[in-house]
């Protein structure tokens, strides 16, 4: 059992980062994620989990673009709220 909570540790905590998506004034999205990778140095790449049918996925594939932000711990509230909500219910408050 010592291995497993030692496995568990090196992979916890994590940052915590937004993924933004959409273009501002149309279609807009933000998902929490906890499993972003750097790929590559040149150049500079990462990887990011996403879900086939999540809103994060189809507005990359839209607009061709993605931001990903770092949080710090000052806006853990912040992540929370878009890490519990689905961009598809919650969209339009994202606009006001």
């Not at 905590?13 to 999205?29: D, F, K, L, M, T």
């Not at 972003?36 to 989990?49: F, R, W």
Request: hydrophobic letters at 40%; proline letters at 6%; a negative charge.
């Amino acid at each position: 059992m010592k291995e497993v909570r030692d496995f568990y540790l090196l992979l916890h905590p994590r940052p915590a980062y937004v993924i933004g998506s959409g273009r501002w004034g149309e279609r807009v999205n933000f998902m929490a994620a906890s499993w972003v990778s750097p790929v590559g140095e040149e150049p500079p790449s990462l990887i990011v989990a996403l879900g086939k049918e999540s809103l994060t996925l189809e507005l990359i594939e839209i607009y061709g673009e993605f931001t990903v932000n770092v949080i710090p711990i000052s806006l853990v509230e912040e992540l929370y709220y878009v890490g519990s909500r689905s961009g598809r219910d919650e969209g339009e408050l994202l606009h006001d």
